[in-house]
């Protein structure tokens, strides 16, 4: 019996569109495309931080926002750690803001001790899976979303960067709160 | 199937496995247990078995001894039927390697192919018949600029248990005095 191409060739276009479909649907995180346009507002979220206090991503509206998802076992978020920690410093005095989710199992005393020993001086958050979702997923680590004084994401980082790369970034968000300001 | 059929259902194949990638163009890390032969392994004995995983391309985990106390180590976790018993579970060193995200420093790692060996011992009063093992493979795995969260891989193989084989019989002793 011989096969008509065109039949074989809609059979396959019909699987193909369920298997995608199939994947579409399974996909956990459906706000990731959706995040990657930018401007978008960057989603509010309510986190406990090491020392107990609750934090709003609100709480920091009218600054620039430097928010980095990291966790312990992350060995790339460890090389950028530091570079965060002379940002803060640099960059904090013009008004940026640099807060840290740990994505994390570990004990909120070893994600502090691990804060601790890299010498973090900004906030670090308890991270929670909904917040991990609101930002796409955060299916991998780290991730860093550059948020302005309005709270819109300026820029994203997925993965390490280099320190050139990540000061560009800080250098964006100011800029862009900047205008913000003066056109209010 | 003409040319143009066949090239038309490799690019559905191909871009329906696209979603393999994640949405921000990432490869997903995959860790995989080839098929283990089945061991076979006498009741009362503690056999060895061969358990070869093989870690996707561009992407590494820890070993079972990572260079920091931070990373989480490559473990095999195993669930075994009453009369089995699982003794030493031997993880080979790790790869001393260094990454662009961490030029300075040397991790320990497996990437590639990697054999774990499981000492196995059926109690000597084990029923002979073939045995089911699971467990669980839990690994974190990265990539020279990201990391992605701990997973577990399941792990299966089956050993078969048979009794030991009798004693070989000894010749009698021969009499001095068997020629007369």
């Given at each position: 019996m011989k096969r008509d191409p065109f039949v074989i060739i809609g059979v396959?276009?019909?699987?193909?569109?369920?298997?995608?479909?199939?994947?579409?649907?399974?996909?956990?995180?459906?706000?990731?495309?959706?995040?990657?346009?930018?401007?978008?507002?960057?989603?509010?979220?309510?986190?406990?931080?090491?020392?107990?206090?609750?934090?709003h991503l609100s709480d920091f509206r009218g600054k620039p926002v430097v928010l980095n998802f990291w966790a312990t076992w992350c060995g790339p978020c460890k090389i950028e750690m530091p570079w965060f920690v002379d940002f803060q410093?640099?960059?904090?005095?013009?008004g940026v803001q640099f807060l840290g989710v740990a994505m994390d199992d570990a004990s909120t005393k070893d994600i502090a001790e691990f804060a601790a020993s890299m010498k973090v001086n900004y906030p670090i958050l308890i991270g929670k899976e909904?917040?991990?979702?609101?930002?796409?997923?955060?299916?991998?680590?780290?991730?860093?979303?550059?948020?302005?004084?309005?709270?819109?994401?300026?820029?994203?980082?997925?993965?390490?960067?280099?320190?050139?790369?990540?000061?560009?970034d800080i250098k964006k968000i100011l800029a862009q709160s900047a205008v913000a300001q003066t056109q209010k | 199937m003409n040319s143009i059929t066949k090239l038309v259902l490799v690019w559905l194949l191909s871009a329906t496995a696209l979603p393999a990638q994640d949405s921000l163009g990432r490869?997903?890390?995959?860790?995989?247990?080839?098929?283990?032969?089945?061991?076979?392994?006498?009741?009362?004995?503690?056999?060895?078995?061969?358990?070869?995983?093989?870690?996707?391309?561009?992407?590494?985990?820890?070993?079972?001894?990572?260079a920091a106390e931070y990373l989480i180590p490559t473990t095999l976790k195993l669930d075994v039927p009453t009369d089995i018993v699982v003794g030493k579970?031997?993880?080979?060193?790790?790869?001393?390697?260094?990454?662009?995200?961490?030029?300075?420093?040397?991790l320990s790692v497996y990437s590639g192919e990697f054999n774990l060996v499981v000492q196995v011992r059926p109690l000597a009063s084990m029923l002979p018949g073939k045995y089911e093992i699971r467990g669980r493979l839990r690994y974190q795995a990265c990539d020279n600029a990201a990391c992605f969260p701990p997973k577990q891989l399941p792990v299966d193989f089956e050993v078969k248990v048979i009794k030991a084989p009798p004693p070989p019989k000894q010749n009698p002793a021969q009499s001095p005095h068997a020629h007369t």
């Open positions: 396959a276009l019909v699987v193909a569109l369920m298997l995608l479909f199939g994947f579409k649907i399974a996909h956990r995180h459906p706000q990731a495309a959706s995040l990657l346009i930018q401007n978008s507002a960057a989603p509010d979220f309510t986190l406990q931080a090491l020392d107990g206090k609750t934090v410093k640099q960059y904090g005095p013009a909904s917040v991990g979702d609101a930002y796409g997923g955060v299916q991998f680590l780290p991730e860093t979303f550059y948020i302005d004084g309005n709270g819109k994401i300026v820029d994203k980082a997925f993965g390490l960067k280099g320190r050139g790369e990540i000061e560009d | 490869k997903a890390p995959s860790v995989t247990l080839s098929p283990a032969p089945l061991t076979t392994m006498i009741r009362g004995k503690a056999t060895n078995v061969e358990l070869r995983f093989h870690v996707g391309s561009n992407f590494h985990i820890n070993s079972n001894k990572p579970i031997t993880y080979p060193p790790g790869e001393e390697m260094s990454f662009a995200f961490a030029p300075d420093e040397k």
